[in-house]
Nanobody, 126 residues
Framework: QVHLVESGGKLVQTGDSLRLSCAAS????????VAWFRQAPGKEREYVSG????????YYADSVKGRFTISRDNVKNMVYLQANNLLPGDTAVYYC???????????????????WGQGTQVTVSS
C-alpha cells in the first residue's frame, strides 16, 4: 500500500525559507511521478512542482519558478521542496502526490494522482 507523509510546514515570515519533505513507502519510487500540490482556503488544489515518472524532468508552476526547488532521494524514498523567498500568497496546505500512470501532458492535474499524503500547513505572515 502506497503511503505518503509530508512534514516541514510551519509559520514563517515573508522572505523566509523552509524545506518540505515527503516520505514515501509501498512503491517503487523511481517508477512514479511525484508532485507537490497546494490548496489555500476557498481555492482549488493547484500544482506547485513535480517530477515526471522517469524522474528525468522537473516542472514548476509559474508562481514559484525561481523560488522553489524540488529534489528527490531515490534511496531514501524522499521528495523535498525547498521554498525560498516565501510570500503570503504561498500560504496553503501542501500535499505530496504520486502516480504510476500519469502521462506527461496530465502531470499538473490533481486528478492524475491516485496517492496523496495528509498535507502540511505552510503559513506566511506579512
Amino acid at each position: 500500500q502506497v503511503h505518503l507523509v509530508e512534514s516541514g510546514g510551519k509559520l514563517v515570515q515573508t522572505g523566509d525559507s523552509l524545506r518540505l519533505s515527503c516520505a514515501a513507502s509501498g512503491l517503487t519510487f523511481n517508477r512514479y511521478a511525484v508532485a507537490w500540490f497546494r490548496q489555500a482556503p476557498g481555492k482549488e488544489r493547484e500544482y506547485v512542482s513535480g517530477f515526471s515518472r522517469t524522474g528525468g524532468y522537473t516542472y514548476y508552476a509559474d508562481s514559484v519558478k525561481g523560488r522553489f526547488t524540488i529534489s528527490r532521494d531515490n534511496v531514501k524514498n524522499m521528495v523535498y521542496l525547498q521554498a525560498n523567498n516565501l510570500l503570503p500568497g504561498d500560504t496553503a496546505v501542501y500535499y505530496c502526490a504520486a502516480s504510476s500512470t500519469v502521462i506527461q501532458s496530465a502531470l499538473r492535474s490533481p486528478r492524475s494522482y491516485a496517492h496523496w499524503g495528509q498535507g502540511t500547513q505552510v503559513t506566511v505572515s506579512s
